[in-house]
């Protein structure tokens, strides 16, 4: 299992561990982690706009070097995945984006959109699968109880990201019950915990992250796992004092399981 | 100068968002986790983009507030996509000269030890030009 | 010698604003062949009609070409004129000069010059024209109704009534449909089982009336006036004429945690169950699934308190053959499924539930014995929210872009019953227009709001987040223009309506069509709403599309109207415009046979003569019969040896009419 793969600027500074981790996890399951050799920040959110072009280079260019080494191409920061994987979509939708960056990059192979993008967690479930992932955990998590948190970037749009029921999730549980602890559900765990405007205005990331937190808390669990720095950071450094919980990266917990940590 | 129903037209073409699609319903406003941090809402984007009323969008705090978390793209009944619209107000007064939300003078006073870098790039990417 | 007239209508200023028919009737003129042209105000009137019988005899016409609107709207009426005049009816043609000219075009010059190609077009191909004559078949005086709601049960009776026999197949173990679950109707609160059980029984008890439930038509072939259809009967392994309906069985069944289908799985029933008390028939049926001596061989307690002696552990399922000669679809409908909304919380709360639940926790049959509880910890709910469209109108690919028409009227009796039995509980309703077209209709939703204080939000929620065992609704208020929280104890979600799945199965084995959203097709949207394309089925109820009660009723009878006036004929005169396979051309390469979506091309073998020693063959060829061929065309399309054609389209008028267009 061979994957092209595309930390992220954040997975190189601030967020070591959730890179190290993964990549541990990995080799621990058989998964064969290629770092794109030359890969740009993906500008951490995605440019809707029909006539943002420049934005969405770097995102292609790691998009075709995944093509021409002929892997899918994996990703494990939320926003990342989010970006990459709509300019994608674009790429292969809409002709006068295609058209406007091809024309720009000028690459000796036109790119429409061909590499398939997988987040870490499609490629557990999807390539490596959970029953297969629960025999080769030799540190079961047992008695945790561990809410999923999947935020925005995961999950939506559904009609483009395709990665799971956006509405009622069930990856990062499955993950969870995989590593032998008990998943917990609250209604917060695809709600915006405001991070990208925690520059702009704390006070509105603060309440946000906290009613996340304290959704999660309510239902009883013991911390929350999630698959974005951003989302770490605002969970962690804006929730009310009163509501805190560990927010871990799921890596590292599944490191954990593995035996590997 | 551009007259503002000139500005509505390339804020449609822009957002590739048909305000004629809506039906009213309000369901975007709400589900919106920053409702409350707005003077305009979602479904009055919607509203008055399609009437050409851009003047007093580009006044409102509501583009900076957004926090682009699509809740209103997924739910909407109709595939308005309202999140797009504001995110092309936006770009409509940020693209102008001199009208940068972030600058970077002002960012260090800004950052923590733990803030990822993500936070940083993200708000440039949405705040300046 | 061809003696042809020419008559172009005015349709008032319909055509002839935009087409100058005085022009085209001269060009018309001047058409060889053509005897006699002429332009009149309104062809189709009483007057009109006499002018074209008084041409026809005075000129002796040999064959008409009336210039006007599509023959869809007016081909029957001058086919009766000119027989009227002693012509053969097939020796008219109609060149459409509205619909496919003057309605397109705005220029008169253009319009005229089109008029003028469209009315040479129809001339050439009415040379060709033969005198054609409609055959006979003979109808089959019963009819089947499939499904047995309201809609069925309806039809069956107001056919039976007339006299004539009725099946109704349904695939429950019981009759009655939805509206068996339903606790009162809109918009005079009557008890819905009260009105409804009635026509059950009498259904029941009807002796032209006979009812296969349990049961599934799986094939129909013939046409209209002889259809005839394998109705699956499915093992219920109970025998139906003894059993009592006792229901002892069903008390001692140890098997009891099984979902409760008539309660929409709010609470349980045995293995061996009757639907409800008022079920017909009231007959048991054991769930093979749940059944312990089904599924291991052992128990057989229901075998031995049965004292009828009814229990059948090795019923087998049962095939039986009927003939008919009308088919009524009234397969009905079901709320769609609720598990791509869960910005609701439907699957993370039970105290989040759909319009038909709350129906059925408001019913005195129903699991709280009509005491409205909430499903999770059985309290009082002392706050409801009612969220309305809830997969209507929607452009997404999660919902149905229709309307379902019936759940602002449900929400609004729901909320009303509501506030009537306990005052001490607020209702809010979630709505985005309150829609109430129907007789006494909009006065009831006045009066929930005016008398019964139930409070009308004009927004959506766009979250229900489930905390502390209560249900936090997240909403736009848009007249107030504020996000609304509200405290609730339980959702209330009007889930939209969907055609039964069975539908799209049903079509394809009657041949009827079905639109994108899986109802049924209508022959005419306006002027034939009861009848499906496919003559001899015919649509009642939420099958052709969302309907209420009332509503269905009467479409229902509606039907049952048409499929008396089909019944009472005892010969069908058939289309002659059908495919006729040339058999000396035919080589027997089965491709019409493969491509009619009728049914109507079979093949036989055929004793030929040829020149020879040998002097005769035989040979497979393609045999049509009339009655079912409804002259679609394609097998003449696909018969790679021009031995198939269609009388009154045959390649040679159609390739005339070609040649005028393009001369």
């Known amino acids: ?261 | ?129 | 010698m061809h003696r042809i007239g020419v008559f172009v209508c005015w349709c008032g200023t319909n055509i002839a604003a935009t087409v100058d028919v005085k022009a085209v009737a001269e060009a018309a003129r001047k058409e060889p062949g053509v005897v006699f042209a002429t332009d009149y105000q309104y062809m189709c009137s009483e007057a009109g009609q006499a002018l074209i019988r008084q041409a026809i005899k005075d000129n002796a016409l040999t064959g008409v070409v009336i210039c006007s609107c599509s023959p869809r709207m007016h081909e029957a009426t001058f086919r009766k004129t000119v027989q009227a005049a002693g012509l053969n009816p097939y020796m008219l043609e109609i060149a459409n000069i509205r619909e496919q000219c003057s309605w397109i075009h705005k220029d008169i010059k253009e319009g005229t010059e089109k008029a003028i190609i469209l009315a040479r077009t129809a001339i050439a191909k009415v040379m060709l024209n033969k005198p054609l004559t409609a055959g006979e078949s003979a109808v089959t005086k019963r009819a089947l109704v499939i499904g047995g709601g309201i809609a069925g049960i309806q039809s069956a009776l107001d056919i039976a009534e007339a006299g004539y026999e009725v099946d109704i197949v349904e695939k429950q173990p019981t009759i009655g449909g939805k509206m068996t679950q339903i606790d009162k109707t809109f918009p005079t609160l009557d008890c819905a089982a009260c009105i409804l059980t009635p026509k059950m029984v009498d259904a029941a008890q009807n002796e032209k009336i006979k009812i296969f439930s349990y049961s599934q038509v799986e094939e129909v072939k013939g046409f209209v006036g002889s259809f005839k259809a394998k109705i699956r009967k499915k093992a219920r392994f109970v025998d139906e004429n003894l059993c009592t309906g006792c229901g002892d069985c069903t008390s001692k069944c140890p098997s009891k945690k099984n979902k409760n289908e008539f309660n929409l799985g709010l609470d349980n029933r045995p293995a061996i169950y009757i639907p409800f008390a008022q079920a017909v028939p009231k007959v048991a049926v054991i769930d093979a699934e749940a059944c312990i001596k089904k599924k291991t061989g052992k128990c057989g307690l229901c075998e031995k308190v049965c004292s009828a002696g009814a229990i059948k552990y090795d019923q087998q399922d049962e095939i039986i053959e009927r003939e008919y000669g009308a088919i009524v679809v009234a397969t009905g409908f079901n709320p769609i499924k609720l598990d791509k909304y869960d910005e609701y919380a439907y699957s993370q709360s039970p105290d989040v539930v759909t319009s038909l639940e709350l129906e059925r926790l408001m019913n005195a049959a129903g699991p709280t014995q009509g005491t409205l509880l909430r499903p999770s910890d059985g309290t009082h709910p002392h706050t409801i929210v009612f969220i309305q469209c809830v997969g209507s109108r929607c452009d997404d690919a999660r919902g149905k872009s229709y309307c379902s028409k019936i759940c602002c009227m449900y929400t609004a009796k729901h909320a009303m019953l509501i506030r009537e039995k306990y005052p001490d509980t607020d209702v809010h309703v979630f709505y985005i227009d309150v829609r109430t077209p129907g007789k006494n209709f909009d006065e009831f939703y006045r009066r929930a709001v005016e008398q019964y204080g139930v409070d009308y939000i004009k927004g959506m929620v766009g979250k229900v987040i489930p905390h502390d065992g209560k249900l936090l609704v997240q909403g736009s208020d848009l007249i107030s223009n504020e996000q609304v929280k509200i405290d609730a104890d339980m959702v209330v979600l009007a889930a939209a309506i969907e055609p039964d799945p069975t539908a799209r199965s049903v079509a394809t084995m009657l041949t009827a069509s079905i639109d994108t959203n899986d109802f049924f097709t209508e022959a005419h949207p306006k002027l034939r709403p009861v009848e499906s394309p496919t003559a001899g089925v015919f649509l009642s109820g939420v099958c052709q599309g969302p309907k209420d009660i009332p509503e269905t009723v009467a479409q229902a009878s509606a039907c049952a109207a048409k499929v008396i006036g089909l019944l009472a004929k005892d010969k069908l005169l058939s289309n002659p415009c059908v495919a006729r396979a040339d058999e000396s051309l035919c080589s027997g390469c089965s491709v019409c046979q493969n491509v009619c979506p009728y049914g109507a091309i079979t093949y036989e073998d055929r004793e030929f003569r040829i020149p020879g020693p040998k002097r005769s063959e035989i040979r497979r060829v393609a045999q049509v019969n009339e009655a079912v061929c409804q002259g679609c065309g394609a097998c003449t399309v696909a018969c790679p040896s021009g031995a198939m054609d269609l009388k009154g389209f045959s390649t040679k008028q159609i390739m005339a009419e070609v040649d005028a267009i393009c001369r």
């Open chain 1, 1 to 261: 299992m061979t994957f092209s793969y595309y930390p992220g600027c954040t997975l190189k500074t601030k967020a070591k561990d959730l890179d190290m981790y993964a990549r541990r996890s990995a080799q621990a399951l058989g998964i064969d982690m290629q770092e794109l050799a030359e890969w740009q920040c993906c500008g951490a959110v995605y440019p809707q706009a029909k006539d943002e072009i420049a934005t969405k280079l770097s995102s292609v260019r790691a998009l075709m070097s995944a093509r021409d080494a002929g892997h899918d191409l994996m990703t494990l920061c939320s926003a990342c995945h989010h970006v990459i994987k709509r300019v994608n979509n674009d790429m292969a939708t809409d002709t006068d984006i295609r058209m406007k960056v091809n024309n720009y990059i000028k690459p000796e192979l036109e790119y429409s959109g061909e590499t398939k993008v997988v987040h870490y967690l499609e490629v557990l479930r999807d390539y490596v699968g959970f029953d297969e992932l629960a025999k080769k955990v030799v540190n079961p998590l047992k008695g945790k109880k561990i809410a999923a948190y999947y935020g925005c970037l995961l999950l939506r749009p559904g009609s483009v990201m395709q990665f799971d029921d956006a509405e009622n999730p069930s990856i990062m549980e499955d993950l969870i019950k995989a590593m032998g602890a008990t998943p917990v559900l609250y209604a917060n765990r695809n709600e915006c915990c405001g991070g990208y405007v925690t520059l702009e205005n704390r006070p509105t990331a603060q309440r946000r992250a906290t009613s996340v937190v304290s959704s999660a808390k309510a239902a009883g669990a013991d911390c929350i796992i999630t698959a974005c720095p951003l989302c770490m950071y605002n969970l962690d450094a804006n929730c009310d004092e009163s509501q805190k919980l560990p927010i871990i990266y799921f890596t590292e917990l599944l490191a954990e399981a593995l035996g590997v940590k």
């Open chain 2, 1 to 129: 100068m551009q007259t503002e129903k000139e500005m509505a037209n390339d804020i449609i073409r822009r957002s590739g968002v048909n305000p004629l699609k809506c039906m009213k319903c309000g369901k975007c406003s709400g589900t919106c986790p920053a409702y409350e941090d707005m003077d305009y809402h979602p479904h009055q984007f919607v509203s008055m983009v399609q009437k050409g009323r851009i003047n007093e969008l580009l006044q409102s705090k509501s583009i900076w507030t957004c926090l682009s978390c699509f809740a209103c793209i997924e739910r909407c009944p109709r595939s308005v996509e309202p999140a797009k619209i504001i995110e092309a107000v936006r770009l409509e007064l940020i693209r102008r000269q001199g009208c940068n939300h972030l600058k970077s003078d002002a960012i260090p006073e800004l950052l923590d030890d733990k803030l990822p870098q993500q936070a940083i790039v993200s708000a440039f990417r949405k705040y300046s030009k």
